[in-house]
């Protein structure tokens, strides 16, 4: 039973989901809602939809990693931008398979980013603007045509930007909407601010979204298109770290920094900023393009400059946290949670737990070992290193010692030396125990062997 478990996952971590090609080009809703039924087959991957758009396309949300701390990345809030759909799809695609795999990407250690810091990646704001923008007006029954051509900028499904109502989405905002300059006053492909702040339903869905979360989320990198610039600034509570971000991003995908404090543009990174309180930056990727579309040759480009974007946030997020008071405040609850489990032991899953968030915030790597479904203290850390964990062989000696492994009977590879000590392999304890994972991937379970046949013969 628990080996069939076993090969389920397994399968499920070998399934492959392809990235995107510029040949693939325009990504579309239709390959968007393909893809998400492809990530969510993969392990560790949630998706879920933040609400649908006024023409009931479904806004797709995937979440990635453990992290109580969360950030999020969203595109194409503008129709003519979907470009960065395709990148945010692949930048979960990519993070998802790393993650599973459990390798690093650049000099990030995947698993061990998100599951301090998660990110919900939201590829596709504007679907039905996109789809306007793509396929033209035959994306739409032909009442909502009707509608499409009351606003009057037929002549501009190319250059559109506002979502399928004529509403701009980045000037939406509770955030200097009153001072928006430019405004259409009247419905248009683009620059019109709506007649109240939230009224689109792309943007309810997006701030109700945000608000139900509102001490977890701590970044936001909002992607639009074009020029290769990062704007950073504008109602920012707190300027040296958000500058300190946005250097980071800078130097990863070359953009030009852009100060913006002198526009009000009821724009939704800064509107995060004000009422979330978190970092948030607007980036334009792709050569300057006017009223256009990213060029399709800008693509190979584009994904090399921002692949490590949302992992640099993500990471830049945990840091932050790793800084602040809120910090130790949650180090002392959680010490105090532990010392009560350990006096009365019952509630073993919460203990774990525990341990796993006290790790967590402590910035510290280290894996649990679990007997029989007892935690066993050692003298020195678990090591995961190379797709493997290891445990020093003092504190295998000691397991023996306590009659928790029966001997060292066979003579172990794959030996590393770290701390000072002699290190093998978990795995190779595999002919005593039954070595499984729990969830948090960093706590290594171990059956004995003996009790898990009579266990699984009970049950047969
Ligand atoms: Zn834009």
């Known amino acids: 039973m628990k080996f069939k478990i076993l090969l389920s996952v397994l399968l499920i971590n070998l399934v492959l989901v392809s990235s995107v090609s510029a040949a693939e080009l325009p990504y579309t809703y239709e390959q968007l809602s393909s893809d998400i039924i492809a990530v969510s087959q993969l392990a560790n991957v949630e998706t879920f939809s933040i609400g649908q758009s006024e023409y009931g396309r479904e806004i797709y949300a995937i979440k990635i990693g453990k992290g109580e701390l969360s950030t999020i990345i969203i595109g194409t809030a503008h129709a003519r931008e979907w470009i ?129 979360k509102p001490d977890s989320i701590k970044a936001l990198i909002s992607y639009h298109s074009s020029g290769n610039v990062i704007y950073w600034t504008s109602l920012n509570p707190d300027i040296d770290r958000d500058a300190r971000f946005a250097q980071k991003i800078r130097n990863a995908t070359g953009y030009f920094l852009i100060n913006n404090d002198w526009i009000p543009n009821a724009g939704l990174s800064p509107w995060f900023r004000k009422e979330i309180g978190g970092m948030a930056l607007t980036i334009e990727t792709g050569t300057f393009n006017g009223e256009n579309e990213v060029r399709y040759s800008d693509w190979p480009k584009i994904w090399n400059q921002n692949k490590m974007v949302g992992l640099i946030t993500a990471s830049e997020v945990y840091q932050n946290w790793f800084n602040s008071e809120e910090r130790q405040i949650k180090i002392d609850e959680l010490s105090g949670n532990i010392n009560q489990y350990k006096q009365e032991i019952h ?114």
Not at 182 to 197: D, E, F, M, R, V
Not at 198 to 206: F, H, N
Not at 433 to 455: G, P, R
């Open 84 to 212: 960065n759909s395709a990148l945010i799809m692949d930048m979960a695609k990519l993070y998802a398979d790393v993650y599973n795999n459990y390798g690093y990407e650049g000099n990030y250690y995947v698993r061990d980013v998100l599951d301090k810091c998660s990110i919900v990646f939201i590829p596709m704001q504007n679907p039905d603007g996109a789809a306007l923008q793509e396929q033209g007006l035959s994306a739409f029954t032909p009442e909502q045509q009707e509608e499409i051509k009351k606003i009057g900028c037929d002549h501009k499904f190319k250059q559109w930007k506002a979502n399928a109502k004529g509403v701009d989405l980045n000037h939406q905002y509770n955030a200097g909407w009153e001072q928006v300059r430019n405004n259409q006053p009247y419905p248009s492909y683009h620059n019109h601010k709506g007649y109240a702040p939230e009224q689109a339903s792309e943007v309810k869905a997006t701030v109700e979204y945000i608000r139900s």
């Open 347 to 460: 509630d073993i899953d919460k203990a774990l737990d525990d341990i796993r968030h006290l790790k967590q915030i402590n910035g510290d790597n280290e894996l649990t070992i679990i007997i029989d479904n007892k935690i066993i203290e050692l003298n020195n850390p678990l090591i995961a290193k190379n797709g493997l964990s290891y445990i020093s062989c003092k504190d295998l000696s000691k397991l023996i010692e306590i009659n928790e492994t029966p001997s060292r009977s066979r003579t172990y590879s794959n030996e590393i030396f770290e701390n000072g000590q002699i290190y093998i392999p978990i795995r190779q304890m595999a002919d005593t125990y039954e070595i499984q994972w729990a969830n948090d991937s960093k706590t290594v379970l171990l059956y004995s062997k003996l009790q898990t046949d009579e266990t699984s013969s009970e049950e047969d």
